[in-house]
């Protein structure tokens, strides 16, 4: 379809818009349909926009919908219809192709409807058009939120995105050609904005409360108007030119005119006075041709420098990837009545809108509430206003929105986005880039607003300056990001404009820190560093050997015994082996069922095994594959050893999902095993400009001194003070010793306005002198200027290169011979059970070789697999097996040293075998001589208040808090020596140990729960007192809230803290009861903070099982005493039982447990009677006088704890007794009794019992 030649229907659509006749519009009755079906048109328009283009080659929009919306006002519809059709006809040209096609066909309709759009941007630079539409938008905002309808919110978006469109028209280079201070298209359209007084209402949309939701159309009609100004020009708008800005006028006029005059008699000397009529043949000697011969120049002497081999030579055409970044600014200096206008707008809106529209921006960029790339205009206001104010009477107030450490920060993020988004979007890098350079501008301009503020005359400014600097020179992020940002310098996406302001803000921010820490003695700065830990590499075997099988087997089975096939809740309910909404068939997930119950016992999980096997018996009873229902322990034990050794048909993961899967788990791993470790370290000046001694720095400064004729002197003399940091104040001029560098200072100093560059000639000479003196003591420095160099080259360039032999050898050449003798010896050492192969056969070589020669050459060879397979053990890593006298000497040093404050650190400096802390505190353990590793830790000093006896109840709850977390940090200290010792262990003890391990683990869970069960006892020692008081309601109430969140954080698997909200007046009156909130703090509610929180929360800690826990025991009193007269038949049943499991056990254990179980009950007698006695003066007094008791129960009570600690012992005391004397336990709960009639003596009973445990795992 011709595109000028308009489409019939479309041609038709448009007559029945109307006709001018004159100066008056004249609408049909059918314009407004016509609109709508313009509209529809265009919705449906083809990929080449055929539509649009029709419609700008008609000249709709001048012709026919201006004139409508200048004269029919009132026609509401009519007007709403063309508002919208126009605010479709003037999208930019970008929005309608997505970006600039590179298909030439296409580029040519991407420019065309360019070119209707500066059509359009000239026909709207009229003020009667942009009256009647700040007439409209006014009375728009005249109407309150209650009476304006969605209509008029539309109709005042779509004005605002009609003015923001016709702003962001570009300029047409080749019809615009006007000079400085001359009105442009652009000028024209500023002042029609002006004169209808729509800048004062996109002034009050900034500042306005209630119409905050236009706050990004208003910043980007903002960042268009003052697209081609620069704030140094709007603040000097209207003043008369100061005598520093005369004289530098002067000083680039007299600049020009000395070039000139410089060339000029240049050219004087290179002509002779007299004429000649031929221009004469001449040789020049020593420059060869393509031939052998001289050239021959044929040209006047006075071209003679200008001679090149590449003259008359097509040029080298440059690919498009290697090209340089070109500049895309185009600054121009418009009308003077534009720009005093547009000064006006920026103080006003400094003064009264900026502090608050940059706030909202920030914030809906922060919550993703803007479009893709709107940060931008957000960047661009920021640089712009603030560096306005600093040139217009220099307001910190009316900025402080933008300065804080928050903006700093924020700025910084966007720049590392940009750069890794140029790196990853390398089709779309030079947008990426300018995006890029918008941030770095903002971050120039908060350092000079900073540097501003440090010269105020106000003392509060200057402090507050100095806070923002300590905080940005404190964090790592803002110190490192100048030095990043030069290193990734690329010239081919960076333009040269880029580079200049980089240069520049690295010298404002080197010279502020410079200034900071010449006022202070030390700085203290952030230090992070990332430490990676490799992951453990989990061999997969394929294929399990019989003798694996039986050792795995036999570990379970010993596992499940000791358990006396019993299993916790949470296995029990956690084994699911059927899915019911999975599409696999039951038969098919019956044989997964018995795999994965296969898998549990090679992991050696043998309680899980054992849950998975009676959760599938239950879903699958019949057949009897997983036992029948009435089976035996030792039968479903037979059961799983047939399992263990069937071969069951596995199904086979295909291989992209294996990968898939792998590769996920690597990088969940990174994740984990990558970590962040911060430090402060003192910060020393000259350390960090030494980080800039590098050629990816250099050679950045290089290129911008390149164009050292147009730079500015401001941007000169950047580059020349790193440049002289660097080789002066560092002594490291060798890294400037480069061709390309003395190429460039040879064309400074032969510039003929040299007299201007003072700086940079003085530099030069500096730099070549020192060169010329060192060409003089090392003959090959002029070969080194073909190279840049590093640190390391030019330390050996000044100091001397690294002679033959020393340093790096070079890689010894092995004859055949050799590598014969070396394969032989292998095969001949391989099979002889050596502890290192490489170690026996270094001597036996015929020519002397390093290890790492040797290893690797086998490697080459093909002998081994890696690196590893060769690896050097470390020193008693094959030490395995005790002799008696090695045994013996534990035993005696044990025995020397059981008594000292670290134990097991003494043994290690003594013993004559040196073994690995691991091995020793295993053997120890296997030896008896401990019954917890724990026994074994260095111990720390306890302070004389913690061993009191005259604590309070509460004290003593507190302190049972503090003392469970004590034990918390003792398990994370043993779990991380575990992990260190584990490096240590040989794989051969790798069963052993795991052994050892759990029976820690359990004597550690035994303790736990025995600080457990006194706090339980505690709790409803507390609830019978709250339940006396009136207050069983609320304890309820508590305890529906324990159990409700425990159900939520099950189902949801995620912990937070929950608020406990009393909606009663009961309960509001409880919660400000000191007993009830002494309640909950014992339970773990933590109580709000100060001025910030309202209520008591749950804390996030608690596991489902201690929330369940706890409520269990919140119980009333008449329900606790039915639920433990149950419990103390089951008890006694258990009793029994476990009284014949363990009739084999040895005689000493035996009366070690009596010895200890009749002394517990001989002293809570003793406290009972003391507690009976209420007549005596103090309580305290006789505890104290009790000297002699105090020291049996003492003793007694660490041998109590070693029967607790016992890894083949259960965890609960009744069930201690039952195993020694069923006398024994009625004795006790007869003191039971006893101690409920007296509510004061379990507590602190019990408190001397823990603090006995605690000292027992001290020593």
């Keep these: 379809m011709d595109l000028y030649m308009m489409n019939c229907e479309l041609l038709a659509t448009c007559s029945a818009l109307g006709f001018l006749e004159g100066d008056v519009y004249h609408k049909e009755p059918d314009c407004l349909e016509s609109v709508k079906d313009l509209i529809r048109y265009l919705r449906h328009e083809d990929d080449t926009r055929d539509i649009r283009q029709q419609l700008g080659a008609g000249q709709i929009l001048q012709n026919d919908l201006l004139p409508i919306i200048a004269q029919h006002t009132q026609d509401k519809p009519l007007f709403d219809a063309c508002i919208r059709l126009m605010v479709n006809l003037t999208q930019p040209a970008l929005l309608c192709f997505g970006k600039v096609p590179d298909d030439p066909a296409f580029r040519h309709h991407f420019l065309q409807v360019t070119s209707y759009l500066q059509a359009y941007k000239e026909a709207f630079a009229d003020e009667k058009i942009f009256t009647v539409l700040s007439e409209t938008l006014y009375n728009l905002l005249q109407l309150d939120w209650e009476q304006r309808a969605e209509e008029d919110n539309l109709l005042i978006e779509r004005i605002l995105l009609l003015v923001r469109n016709v702003l962001h028209v570009p300029a047409d280079p080749y019809e615009e050609k006007n000079v400085d201070d001359d009105a442009s298209i652009h000028d024209k359209l500023l002042w029609a904005v002006h004169m209808s007084g729509l800048d004062d209402l996109l002034k009050f949309l900034a500042c306005a409360q209630s119409e905050q939701q236009w706050s990004f159309h208003i910043l980007e009609i903002i960042s268009l108007m003052f697209r081609d100004q620069t704030p140094e020009l709007l603040v000097n708008a209207g003043q008369m030119r100061s005598a520093q800005e005369k004289q530098k006028d002067m000083q680039e006029l007299e600049l020009l005119r000395q070039k000139e005059l410089a060339e000029k008699r240049s050219r004087t000397l290179m002509r002779g006075t007299r004429h000649s009529r031929f221009r004469g043949s001449y040789v020049i000697q020593g420059l060869k041709s393509v031939g052998e011969k001289d050239v021959i120049f044929h040209q006047g002497l006075h071209n003679y420098k200008n ?77 712009f206003f603030m560096a306005f104010n600093r040139g217009q009477n220099f307001r910190p107030d009316v900025v402080s929105e933008t300065m804080s450490i928050r903006t700093f920060h924020f700025i910084e993020k966007n720049i590392t986005n940009y750069y890794e988004m140029i790196l ?124 694996e099988l039986e050792q795995t087997w036999q570990t379970v089975s ?136 590098n050629p990816a720095v250099v050679r950045p400064y290089i290129i911008l001194l390149r164009s050292y004729s147009q730079n500015s002197s401001h941007t000169n003399h950047c580059i020349a003070r790193m440049l002289h940091r660097l080789a002066v104040d560092l002594k490291m001029e060798a ?15 032969g510039d003929p306005a040299a007299s201007t560059y003072k700086e940079l000639v003085t530099f030069a000479k500096y730099v070549l002198n020192r060169f010329f003196v060192f060409a003089a003591k090392n003959d090959k420095a002029f070969v080194e200027l073909l190279f840049w160099k590093n640190v390391g080259a030019v330390r050996e360039m000044t100091e001397g290169y690294t002679k033959e032999g020393e340093g790096m050898k070079k890689k010894a050449n092995w004859t055949p011979e050799e590598e014969e003798q070396l394969q032989r010896l292998y095969e001949e050492y391989k099979a002889s059970g050596v502890p290192d192969v490489v170690e026996t056969l270094l001597p036996l070589l015929s020519s002397s070789r390093t290890r790492r020669e040797v290893v690797s050459h086998m490697v080459s060879m093909g002998l081994v697999d890696s690196v590893k397979d060769l690896k050097k053990e470390r020193k008693g890593t094959r030490i395995v097996l005790w002799t008696e006298e090695q045994e013996q000497e534990l035993q005696e040093l044990f025995e020397d040293f059981r008594d000292s404050d670290d134990v097991l650190g003494n043994i290690l400096k003594r013993i004559t075998a040196k073994r690995s802390r691991a091995r020793i505190v295993d053997k120890i353990l296997s030896m008896g001589l401990v019954s917890n590793r724990r026994d074994l830790y260095k111990k720390r000093q306890r302070s004389a208040a913690g061993k009191s006896t005259g604590i309070t109840e509460e004290e003593f709850f507190d302190m049972t808090g503090e003392s469970q977390k004590d034990l918390d940090i003792e398990e994370e200290e043993e779990e991380e020596e575990e992990e260190e010792d584990k490096s240590e262990q040989d794989e051969d003890e790798q069963d052993y140990k795991d052994q050892t391990d759990n029976s820690a683990k359990r004597g550690q869970k035994s303790t736990s729960r025995n600080i457990a069960s006194e706090k339980i006892h505690s709790l409803r020692n507390m609830v019978q007192t709250l339940q006396q008081q009136g207050l069983s309601g609320p304890v309820l109430w508590l305890q529906n809230c324990l159990n409700r969140t425990a159900n939520d954080r099950e189902e949801d698997g995620v912990s937070h803290p929950v608020a406990l909200v009393p909606l009663t007046e009961e309960n509001e009156d409880a ?41 269990a025991s919140l119980v009333p009193v008449e329900e606790t005493a039915a639920e433990g007269d149950s419990e103390g038949n089951k008890d006694n049943s258990l009793a029994v039982e476990m009284e014949d499991n363990h009739d084999d056990e040895d005689d000493d254990n035996q009366e070690q447990r009596a010895q200890a179980l009749r002394a517990l ?48 012992e259960d965890d609960d005391d009744q069930r201690d007794i039952s195993d020694v004397d069923p006398l024994s336990k009625s004795n006790f709960e007869r003191s039971m009794e006893s101690d409920r009639e007296s509510p004061a003596a379990p507590a602190k009973r019990r408190y001397k019992r823990v603090l006995s445990d605690e000292e027992d795992e001290d020593s």
């Design 735 to 749: 890294l400037l010793y480069q061709l390309s560098v003395f190429s460039l200072f040879n064309k400074i100093l």
């Design 1161 to 1208: 009950l001989l002293s809570r007698q003793r406290k009972h009677s003391s507690a009976k006695s209420k007549d005596s003066p103090s309580r305290e007094g006789s505890s104290d006088t009790a000297d002699p008791s105090d020291h049996i129960e003492k003793r007694i009570s660490k041998k109590r704890s070693r029967v607790l600690d016992d890894d083949d």
């Design 558 to 693: 010993e596992e499940l015994r000791s358990s006396g096939f019993q299993l916790s809740e949470s296995l029990t309910e956690g084994a699911v082996p059927f899915d019911a909404a999975s599409e696999t068939p039951v038969n098919e997930q019956r044989t997964e069922a018995l795999v994965k119950i296969q898998d549990c016992i090679l992991s050696r999980s043998g309680p899980e095994a054992l849950s998975l096997l009676r959760a599938a018996r239950a879903v699958w009873p019949e057949g009897d594959t997983f036992g029948s229902v009435e089976v035996e322990p030792e039968e479903e034990l037979e059961l799983l050893k047939q399992i263990l050794f069937t071969k069951l048909p596995r199904s086979v993961v295909p291989l992209d999902s294996a990968l898939e899967e792998e590769d996920g788990v690597e990088l969940e791993e990174e994740e984990e095993l990558e970590s962040v470790a911060v430090s402060e370290t003192e910060f020393n000046f000259l350390d960090f400009i030494k980080r800039f001694a």
């Design 307 to 383: 001679y090149s081999h590449d003259a008359g030579k097509p040029v080298r055409r440059v690919p498009k990837r290697k090209q340089m970044a070109q500049d895309s600014e185009s600054q121009r200096r418009s009308a003077l009545n534009v720009r005093l206008f547009l000064r006006e707008f920026c103080i006003d809106f400094l003064e009264n809108c900026y502090n608050r529209l940059m706030y909202l921006v920030k914030e809906g960029l922060i919550r993703e509430r803007a479009q893709q790339h709107d940060e931008t205009y957000y960047l661009w206001a920021l640089t």
């Design 1071 to 1111: 919660m400000e009861n000191g007993a009830f909130q002494k309640l909950l703090r014992t339970v773990g509610i933590r109580a709000p903070s100060e001025g910030q929180e309202s209520f008591w929360r749950i804390s996030p800690s608690l596991s489902v099982d201690q929330l369940r826990k706890l409520a």
């Design 424 to 547: 990853t979007d390398r089709s779309d890098a030079t947008s990426w880039s300018r995006r890029m350079h918008l941030a770095l501008k903002a971050y120039q301009e908060l350092l000079l607003t900073v540097n501003e503020m440090d010269r105020s005359k106000d003392e509060n400014i200057r402090h507050s300056s100095n806070v923002i600097k300590s905080n940005i020179f404190y964090l790592m992020e803002f110190r490192e990001i100048f030095l990043t940002l030069l290193r990734k310098f690329d010239e081919r996406m960076q333009p040269r404009s880029f580079l200049r302001d980089l240069v520049e803000s690295t010298h404002l921010f080197l010279r502020m820190l410079e200034r900071f820490c010449k006022g202070r003695n030390s700085l203290v700065v952030q230090k992070k560093r990332v430490k990676r830990r490799k992951p453990s590499k989990k061999s997969l075997q394929t294929e399990t050997t019989p003798e």
